[in-house]
Nanobody, 117 residues
Framework: QVQLVESGGGSVQAEDSLTLSCAAS????????FGWFRQAPGKEREFVGG???????QYADSVKGRFTISRDNAKNTVHLQMNSLKPEDTAVYFC???????????WGQGTQVTVSS
């Protein structure tokens, strides 16, 4: 079992930056991929990006070049650095973990990000 707790959401203006954090707890966390999904009102859940144990990461085209995922294995935390935010980035963001890619076995409770134009 893996428990995930997100923090850092909030309301910002377009072009601002925001960092989300995810605190993970559980056994053998090094075995897991970690990722971020988001869900906007009336839309399907979307994979934002994810990261492996060695730091290798992938991103959705919609956020590539603006978002960066990092992982601190010693502190069991994952961060989503979001730059140049757009109103269309408004969504509830979920931290996830999983053995397979994309990671979706375990989910945090979600944190709201609202970007105003």
């Amino acid at each position: 079992q893996v428990q995930l707790v997100e923090s850092g959401g909030g309301s910002v203006q377009a072009e601002d930056s925001l960092t989300l954090s995810c605190a993970a707890s559980g056994d053998e966390l090094r075995l897991y991929f970690f990722g971020w999904f988001r869900q906007a009102p009336g839309k399907e859940r979307e994979f934002v990006g994810g990261i492996g144990w060695n730091g290798g990461s992938q991103y959705a085209d919609s956020v590539k070049g603006r978002f960066t995922i990092s992982r601190d294995n010693a502190k069991n935390t994952v961060h989503l650095q979001m730059n140049s935010l757009k109103p269309e980035d408004t969504a509830v963001y979920f931290c996830t973990a999983g053995i397979y890619w994309p990671p979706r076995d375990y989910w945090g409770q979600g944190t709201q990000v609202t970007v105003s134009s």
